[in-house]
């Protein structure tokens, strides 16, 4: 399982604490914390999803092949067709829990940063984080790793998996915190936009990885990065949204349906 692969979990720390962090410091904000905490947010998701994804698509189907679980699947009523499929699914939904738990964190603290903002104004303060979502979102960060390390010891609980899973509960449950749903809707809307790129680097790195070794798959996943990169960083500004999402979902289509004619042909013996 993807998701009890202990990089998952480092990877998902490191993205809840630059989400958290790089809001914390006032003294580059030049009175806009609210654009500045977006801004990381939807960074974070663009990023680190995309590592995710990569690293997930290539660890899966590479454990699969050389495992021989994939062969042995294939050697039942199962095409290979399906057996693709199936797995690209896991990786989708494993991408979906990991961004989301990033941007449950990053409502919290956009929030805070507009709270924080306002409280400058009335002040004539320099506009700040709003100190109790910074709190929320640290809590979000070490609890689960604090009660996963206990039910490992005492009650034999997979350490990395828990985490990963009670991150993911408690970064919803941030969002009960001074609700907004102007903020939410705003959040979700930006990291959805940057969602989408990293759905293409896990489809292309999956159709890597269905036809070569990790390593050139690999190869072929920093070279799609790299030809998208300067799409990337402009897909978040895009004043369509829709328009972006039915571009970036045929090409997710495309792409798919090459991993499976390439996966067709796989050696798995």
């Known amino acids: 399982m993807l998701i009890s692969e202990p990089l998952s979990l480092l990877l998902l720390g490191l993205a809840l604490l630059t989400t958290t962090l790089s809001s914390a410091f006032h003294y580059h904000q030049f009175g806009e914390p609210t654009r500045l905490a977006r801004d990381a947010s939807v960074s974070a998701v663009l990023v680190f999803t995309i590592i995710f994804a990569a690293f997930g698509a290539i660890k899966t189907f590479r454990r699969e092949i050389e495992s021989g679980t994939a062969a042995l699947a294939l050697s039942h009523a199962v095409s290979r067709r399906a057996f693709y499929f199936a797995k690209s699914i896991g990786i ?26 306002e409280l400058a104004k009335g002040s004539g303060d320099i506009a700040r984080l709003y100190g109790p979502s910074f709190l929320v979102s640290i809590v979000v960060f070490l609890m689960p790793l604090v009660l996963s390390a206990l039910l490992n010891r005492f009650a034999r609980f997979r350490f990395t998996l828990s985490a990963f899973l009670m991150t993911c509960a408690f970064s919803a449950l941030s969002l009960a915190f001074r609700f907004d749903a102007e903020v939410a809707y705003s959040v979700t809307k930006t990291c959805l936009l940057a969602f989408l790129p990293a759905m293409i680097v896990g489809s292309v790195a999956s159709a890597a990885s269905a036809l070569l070794k990790s390593n050139f798959a690999g190869a072929i996943v920093a070279i799609a990065i790299g030809a998208m990169l300067p799409i990337m960083i402009n897909f978040t500004r895009l004043a369509a949204p829709f328009e972006a999402m039915i571009g970036a979902l045929v090409m997710i289509a495309a792409v798919t349906l090459i991993g499976v004619e390439l996966f067709n042909k796989r050696d798995l013996l």
């Open 92 to 117: 989708l939904l494993s991408m979906i829990l990991f961004s989301s738990a990033i941007m449950f964190n990053a409502t919290t603290i956009v929030n805070g940063a507009r709270l924080g903002g």
